[in-house]
């Protein structure tokens, strides 16, 4: 082991103590409990910030997913088309839910949910009499799907779109936030997301009625009465009002997070452009990406284990890309619509570590670990 440990990507508080600002107002007033000021204020600031009517603070963003699905009707039996190439949170809910996900292939251009792809298994399952209840969109580490021709799609067989928003707070596409442009957007802020409240999710939408009833949901379905009662069934899922507090402090300093993820992709791409088989994540010039990680593919002699190694032994944290669900063993039943493009990515990419605290020499170091390995 040689020098201080470099993360992929981990909590950074504001310098100016934003976080402990809010959270010390919360002990004061003693909102410790569920809900409260900083509840409110936090989806409102949010929900501001990215220009959307409405939004609800959950525990996670796994909770936000499935409140979406629920808001989007869907049920034991229904499919979902999912985009195959993702954290599992991401399809969990589905299951949750006893629906039957449908995973859909990425293409180079994104990353994400190719079109044809969904086009495709449109088509398919039309021809069985089938159409799907939602479509789970994702913008993977930051990269914006394809929103034009997806939303165009879902519009046409008028299926709701959900946005997996989770790791692209901050994200632009074409000049809108990501999350904003299907029906339901869901953000997380886990601990290794671009702001974090410890743990903590968050969905949006324009539908204030169904924000409202995720609401309801997500506070044990306490229909109004002086008593307990309950026509339908319940969730605990609200965010806390202490960790509210983390969010809205985080939020004021969601712009240098972005600045400084950028600037890290900036500084792989510059040093790694004589490094022959790189290909850095393709951050299309439709979109402003948040650059939440740095990931490459590696199409020449070094491969992804042997970059992964070799900063391993160095202290440095790096990790593959995430595996398909299709290719998840718990996940081997369902279709897959598509062509292999993320198996692909999957095989040949690597996250850099991408840290908003690693300094120009921990870059450089690196950075000179990962050229060593093409001499
Ligand atoms: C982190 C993440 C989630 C889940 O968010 P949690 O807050 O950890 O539940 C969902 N989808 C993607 C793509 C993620 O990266």
């Given at each position: ?61 796994t909770a936000a997913i499935h409140m979406a699905l629920k808001a989007a009707g869907v049920s034991e039996g229904d499919i979902v088309f999912c985009q195959s190439?993702t954290?599992s949170a991401t399809a969990n809910p589905i299951i949750y839910e006893k629906a039957v996900p449908v995973f859909i ?16 298994a449109f088509?398919?399952y039309?021809?069985l009499?089938k159409k799907p209840k939602a479509v789970i969109v ?16 879902c519009?046409?067989?008028?299926v709701t779109l959900i946005?997996d ?18 029906d339901y957007?869901v ?30 949901w ?15 069934l319940?969730f ?89 669900m299709h290719?998840?063993?718990f996940y081997?039943g369902y279709d897959f619509v ?38």
């Open positions: 082991m040689s020098g201080e440990k470099i993360y992929l990507s981990s909590p950074h508080m504001s310098d100016e103590g934003y976080e402990m600002n809010f959270i010390k107002e919360a002990f004061e007033s003693n909102w410790i409990a569920p809900l409260g000021r900083n509840v409110n204020e936090f989806e409102r600031e949010l929900a501001n910030m990215v220009g959307i009517k409405s939004a609800a603070a959950l525990s996670t963003g190439l954290f292939d990425s293409d180079y251009e994104t990353w994400n949910m190719s079109p044809s792809a969904l086009q495709k088509e398919k039309g021809k009499g994702v913008h993977l580490y930051g990269l914006s799907a394809n929103m034009d021709k997806i939303s165009e799609i519009n046409k067989y008028d946005e928003a989770a790791e692209s707070l901050g994200t632009l596409y074409k000049g809108r936030y990501t999350g904003t442009i299907g957007g953000f997380s802020f886990n601990g290794n997301k671009i702001i974090t409240t410890s743990g903590g999710g968050m969905l949006i939408s324009d539908n204030e009625e169904s924000i409202n009833k995720v609401k309801f997500a506070t044990q379905s306490r229909d109004p009465a002086r008593h307990y009662q309950h026509s339908e319940g605990n899922y609200r965010m806390s009002n202490v960790l509210a507090g983390i969010g809205r402090g985080q939020l004021m300093i969601l712009n240098q997070r972005i600045e400084k993820k950028r600037y890290i992709f900036e500084y792989y791409k510059k040093m790694l452009k004589d490094m022959e088989g790189i290909h850095m994540m393709p951050v299309n010039n439709w979109s402003k990406s948040n650059c939440w990680l740095s990931c490459i593919l590696l199409r020449g002699k070094v491969k992804p284990l042997d970059i992964i190694l070799a900063l391993e032994k160095n202290n440095i944290e790096s990790r593959p890309i995430w595996k398909p290719m998840q063993p081997s598509g062509a292999g493009v993320s198996e692909i990515i999957f095989e040949d990419g690597v996250c850099l570590p991408s840290d908003t605290k690693m300094t120009d020499e921990d870059l450089n170091r690196t950075v000179s670990i990962i050229k060593g390995l093409w001499i």
